[in-house]
């Protein structure tokens, strides 16, 4: 079975500073699709970025950018000039290419914006 | 479409009690999802549509559960005689492969019945 694992339960950065989440995941698929999900104090899921597996590029939407290693089953998010409403639990997502095409999620990890 | 929406968004019950929860997926939209969620939790998958079909439960859907999607179009998620585990927010999901060209079938959540079991 496909697992997720996000090491970093919270994480925090200065506002207009960097950050990057990390997440691994186990598969042995070779074609799938990874997403990071943001879910705000609201608690509804927002799709912040998605990469597909047999895409070399790296995935980037405007400030939002991933580190996709497919070998090394890594998946990280990078978050450039952070913003107070980017502070939200960061889920990563696995998807299988066939089948249910449900989503596997990791833990989560708590993003905190400091001023 | 004001995308998917979940009713109610809050539920209080006493264990042993019996609840619904209702999902309306966005217009069109032929799979739908269930998920659960616990405090400090990413989701975990219970179970998925594609039109008024049921093909999938997870193992987590004990038999307590039942879902259903009549005429493709909403969907209810019974639990019978709740326990305290049961408490969780639940998130139904949806999304469309009817003419979509890419593959990604994105899925658009809704903002979850939060369900306290005392």
């Known amino acids: 079975a496909q697992t997720v694992t996000q090491s970093q339960p919270e994480m925090s950065v200065q506002e207009a500073e960097t950050v990057t989440l990390s997440c691994t995941y186990d598969?042995?698929?070779?074609?799938?699709?990874l997403f990071w999900y943001k879910q705000p104090p609201s608690r509804q899921m927002i799709l912040v970025i998605r990469?597909?597996?047999?895409?070399?590029q790296n995935a980037t939407e405007n400030r939002f950018s991933v580190n996709f290693q497919k070998a090394a089953k890594s998946f990280s998010l990078k978050i450039s000039d952070s913003q107070l409403g980017d502070a939200a639990m960061y889920f990563c997502a696995y998807r299988a290419f066939q089948g249910a095409q449900k989503l596997v999620f990791g833990q989560g990890t708590r993003l905190t914006i400091n001023p | 479409d004001t995308g998917v929406s979940q009713d109610p968004r809050h539920k209080i019950t006493k264990r042993g009690q019996n609840v619904t929860f209702r999902c309306d997926p966005i217009?069109?939209?032929?799979?739908l999802y269930w998920y659960r969620q616990t405090l400090g939790q990413g989701p975990e998958f219970l179970t998925y549509f594609q039109n008024e079909a049921q093909l999938e439960k997870s193992r987590l859907l004990s038999d307590r559960f039942s879902a259903e999607r009549p005429k493709g179009s909403f969907s209810t998620l019974e639990i019978q005689r709740t326990e305290q585990g049961d408490s969780a927010m639940y998130l139904c999901?949806?999304?469309?492969?009817?003419?979509?060209?890419?593959?990604?079938?994105?899925?658009?959540f809704g903002p979850g019945t939060r369900l306290t079991v005392t």
């Open positions: 217009s069109e939209h032929n799979r």
């Open positions: 990469q597909e597996a047999y895409k070399q």
């Open positions: 999901a949806s999304s469309s492969t009817l003419g979509v060209s890419n593959r990604v079938y994105e899925q658009y």
């Open positions: 598969t042995s698929e070779s074609d799938y699709y």
